[in-house]
């Protein structure tokens, strides 16, 4: 069965400490990978999306993934995070008609 | 706003009752999702529409639950006899499937149920 590993469950860091959170997935064909992140009372917003080219793919407010087909990751990268990026991070991998999300990560960023 | 839309944001309700959400989602979408979201959880899959026709059914979603969108448009989440499992929050979620392939969703804000 398809799954989605996101390895950190609760991340803290400081104010400009660099940010990597971790995301494997297990599925053989072709995958459209995502980031969504949740703010605090709000909803789901799309971070950034790989579907083909570039591996490395930039998103929003500094964000930016790799995608490592060897080791099936698409792995969450800020060189320096901010208060406001405290929120929770989904990883999500579509692959045929189904969307498949990781358990989340919950970043606190202590300013 | 021209996002997806749920109402209502919030509903509390006794175990036993019949509730039923709504989801408006961007006009020119095509797929509705539904999913259902618990703390420390990430979204899990409940069904999908394109167009009117209901495509996919998680085998995990009880017979309790239904969805329709019958005009193509707005979808409706029924679940009878709510159970305290059921509180939970419910998301919807639309996009625009075409011959290239899919692009991601755009979410609502969700319903948050509880059931006491």
């Known amino acids: 069965a398809q799954s989605v590993s996101q390895h950190n469950h609760h991340v803290i860091l400081s104010e400009a400490a660099s940010l990597e959170l971790g995301c494997n997935y297990s599925?053989?064909?072709?995958?459209?990978l995502f980031w969504y992140v949740q703010y605090p009372g709000q909803h789901l917003q799309l971070l950034l999306k790989?579907?083909?080219?570039?591996?490395l793919v930039k998103g929003i407010k500094g964000f930016e993934a790799e995608f490592i087909k060897s080791k099936f990751s698409f792995n969450l990268r800020k060189p320096s995070v901010q208060w406001s990026d405290t929120a929770e991070y989904f990883c999500?991998?579509?692959?045929?008609?189904?969307?498949?999300f990781g358990t989340g990560t919950s970043l606190t960023v202590i300013p | 706003d021209t996002g997806v839309s749920q109402d209502p944001r919030h509903k509390i309700t006794k175990r036993g009752q019949n509730v039923t959400f709504r989801c408006d989602p961007i006009s020119e979408h095509n797929r509705l999702y539904w999913y259902r979201q618990t703390l420390g959880q990430g979204p899990e899959f409940l069904t999908y529409f394109q167009n009117e026709a209901q495509l996919e059914k998680s085998r995990l979603l009880s017979d309790r639950f239904s969805a329709e969108r019958p005009k193509g448009s707005f979808s409706t989440l029924e679940i009878q006899r709510t159970e305290q499992g059921d509180s939970a929050m419910y998301l919807c979620?639309?996009?625009?499937?075409?011959?290239?392939?899919?692009?991601?969703?755009?979410f609502g804000s969700g319903t948050r149920l509880t059931v006491v």
């Open positions: 599925y053989g064909g072709t995958v459209n």
């Open positions: 999500a991998v579509s692959a045929g008609n189904q969307f498949y």
């Open positions: 979620a639309s996009s625009l499937a075409t011959g290239t392939g899919f692009r991601g969703y755009t």
């Open positions: 790989y579907f083909s080219g570039d591996p």
